[in-house]
């Protein structure tokens, strides 16, 4: 077993630990009651995070969840329903946080999470009358984390935001990763802002900072969602110290994240030369390595079990579906030494088959 400290961590992009240059920032924020709307270190954070997407404010929160939540309950009634991809994170990991607001979700399937706008006007019934739930918003992943960091296609965004809007419906983005679909695509932020009522965006992921994600609108709804943030105990005091994280993040790790990138993309070469039918590289668009060991002679859990024994943390999602997340944290020589387990266990996994 090695030893804990030696362990290469793949398992989320959200177990990076700050910076020390990140925590010297922090250290130095100057800090207010937030809940009293002082603290200036928050205050330019939410203008700073709302201008980058072309919209009028924003609300730093703990937790991206929330920043989910706290969006789609201001565009959906209660009663209501909102329809997102099956293995969207608001379908599937958010533990029903829906209900809270008496939103009901219908979803879509689709292969590696990507959009397709018609199947998704398909499902939408808006004004439905007494008999079904009517639909009020559609939320979309971008990047899409069990989809394999997978980047929507722009068009379909495109088209699914003009459509939905003359049929009267709201469009909400889960940007948890928006900031990996704008590096790899070259798409602005802007650009992306101007096709969604609501977005939430992740500092914790891979941007570095420990922890804050923002819900971004126009000032009515984040002014709701202001008084709905304190209901759900979420009101934070001098939390300046995390909003500067937060600069810190924006201002040094943005480009950075085409390095992990490029490591995702090494790791599913070797995955792909060492068992084929695992992954197509060529899927990996961003920092998330989704492996198919439905082929294999061992189920995820087992191969996460033998990766761990080698020093390897690996994510397994599924009975044969494994995540590999890189990030800051992730040296090119860990990197390395990653694709050289994951090499020896897929050969020892597939040899029997
Ligand atoms: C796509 C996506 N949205 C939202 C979240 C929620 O973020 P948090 O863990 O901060 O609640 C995650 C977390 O991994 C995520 O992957």
Redesign the pocket.
Same mark, same amino acid.
């Given at each position: 077993m090695a030893d804990s400290l030696e362990f290469i961590d793949l398992r %989320?992009d959200?177990v990076t630990k700050p910076s020390l240059e990140m925590r010297s920032a922090m250290a130095r924020a100057e800090v207010g009651d937030d809940v009293y709307s002082d603290d200036p270190t928050v205050n330019s954070l939410e203008e700073r995070v709302a201008e980058l997407f072309g919209k009028e404010a924003s609300l730093f929160t703990? %937790?991206? %969840?929330?920043a989910?939540q706290l969006s789609i309950r201001s565009l959906v009634s209660p009663g209501e329903e909102l329809i997102c991809e099956t293995n969207? /994170?608001?379908a599937r990991?958010?533990l029903g946080a829906a209900t809270f607001s008496g939103i009901t979700t219908r979803t879509w399937l689709a292969e590696r999470g990507l959009l397709n706008a018609s199947q998704v006007l398909d499902l939408a019934k808006p004004d439905s009358g007494p008999y079904l739930v009517s639909t009020t918003a559609i939320a979309i992943?971008n990047? /899409?984390?069990f989809g394999g960091g997978s980047i929507q296609p722009i068009e379909e965004i495109a088209l699914l935001s003009r459509q939905a809007r003359e049929l009267g419906l709201f469009l909400h983005l889960?940007g948890?990763?928006i900031w990996n679909a704008h590096v790899a695509s070259g798409i602005s932020l802007l650009e992306y802002g101007k096709y969604f009522e609501t977005i939430?965006v992740?500092l914790?992921?891979g941007l570095g900072a420990p922890v804050g %994600?923002l819900m971004i609108s126009n000032k009515e709804r984040i002014s709701s969602a202001r008084v709905w943030r304190k209901r759900y105990g979420a009101g934070m005091r001098q939390v300046g110290i995390l909003a500067a994280a937060g600069h810190y993040a924006l201002d040094h790790n943005i480009s950075r994240l085409a390095d992990d990138h490029i490591k995702a993309k090494k790791l599913a070469q070797v995955c792909a030369s060492a068992a084929p039918s695992t992954i197509n590289p060529d899927f990996v668009e961003t920092n998330i390595v989704g492996l198919d060991l439905s082929k294999a002679n061992v189920s995820a859990l087992e191969f996460a079990s033998s990766a761990k024994q080698k020093g390897l943390l690996v994510s397994a999602l599924g009975k044969s579906y494994l995540r590999l997340v890189t990030h800051m944290d992730i040296t090119d020589e860990a990197n390395e030494r990653a694709g050289a387990i994951l090499k020896e266990l897929l050969e020892r996994a597939f040899v029997l088959k």
């Open positions: %989320s959200t703990p %937790s991206g %969840s929330l989910n969207s /994170h608001i990991a958010e992943e990047t /899409h984390n889960d948890a990763r939430s992740c914790s992921k %994600s």
